[in-house]
């Protein structure tokens, strides 16, 4: 016999609080997203004016066609591409082997290093000696400036080392090595196919943070060439504010920057779906994973 457990008004005023939490916090996230796939396919003038606040109006695709004739956007998304992928493979490559090293115990002076490594959290160089530095190891205007200074996080390396220490037995390693199998057999054979999971997880932060970076490549690019998507993004944002001071300036002056701020505007909307669309759908395959190495790498501190 089956007994089912009847809730209480307590019970029922609790989740009918949670599910208006849960509609609330839909609402704010949801909306952006929907203002600004409307604002990239309608008249820019409506959206500046405020006509446009949900639903597209008066509907163009002229902002999407200006970005797919732009050469300089694709080149930028090409740079980011491959500033991604090359960026993540070394930050894969240095974090996890690091991480697994330091979750040995018998790894000697794992705590020193760790400590060095944790120093590091709190105290930097600054922009300028980074720069300095960067500079004469020749790295300017290249890609590897963007992806060597920040070859490894101290916090994900962190997440890494406890994933290893929780979710790779000690018993299984020992086993191993009395089987006969080097540190690196070790490694490569039993501990990376166990941390699927963690090198997902591990994949997307750092993506995610190339994939957004746009600081770095203003401070040691030169090229128009390499710049990535983002920072050509940040070019048509400085674009549209500098045109939205044309009132100081004669009428003809002012309505041609007008125009071009409109279609600043409208280029803008499309360039950040177009920018957003490769993180949206890479993550669906990686939020089992996601989920999975996080929790794991959250247990211990």
């Known amino acids: 016999m089956i007994t089912t457990i009847k809730e209480t008004k307590r019970d029922r005023f609790f989740l009918t609080c949670n599910y208006i939490f ?5 609402v704010i996230v949801a909306y952006p997203v929907l203002y600004i796939i409307s604002a990239s396919i309608s008249n820019p003038k409506l959206v500046a004016s405020g006509e446009m606040w949900l639903w597209p109006k008066d509907i163009t695709f002229e902002g999407y066609q200006r970005v797919f004739r732009d050469t300089q956007i694709w080149v930028g998304y090409g740079n980011t591409i491959l500033y991604t992928v090359i960026g993540t493979l070394v930050n894969l490559i240095v974090t996890i082997p690091a ?17 060095v490594f944790m120093v590091t959290m709190f105290f930097g160089g600054g922009l300028v000696p980074t720069y300095l530095l960067v500079k004469n190891l020749g790295l300017v205007n290249s890609m590897w400036a963007l992806i060597l200074p920040g070859a490894t996080s101290v916090w994900n390396l962190i997440v890494c080392r406890t994933f290893f220490q929780s979710a790779i037995p000690k018993e299984m390693q020992e086993a191993a090595e009395i089987d006969g199998c080097s540190n690196f057999r070790l490694f490569f054979r039993i501990v990376l196919p166990l941390s699927s999971s963690i090198i997902a997880v591990m994949a997307l932060f750092f993506g995610v943070g190339h994939w957004n970076n746009y600081f770095s490549a203003m401070i040691y690019l030169n090229d128009h060439g390499k710049y990535p998507l983002q920072l050509v993004l940040r070019q048509i944002l400085v674009l549209q504010e500098m045109s939205a001071q044309a009132g100081a300036l004669n009428a003809s002056t002012a ?9 600043a505007a409208l280029v803008k909307y499309a360039v950040i779906i177009v920018s957003t669309l490769p993180v949206i759908i890479i993550y669906p395959f990686l939020q089992r994973y996601f989920v999975q190495g996080v929790m794991i790498g959250s247990v211990k501190g």
């Open 22 to 26: 849960l509609f609330m916090a839909f």
């Open 99 to 115: 991480a697994y090293a330091l979750a040995r115990k018998d790894f000697v002076g794992r705590n020193f290093f760790m400590a």
């Open 255 to 263: 309505t041609a920057l007008n125009n071009k701020a409109e279609v």
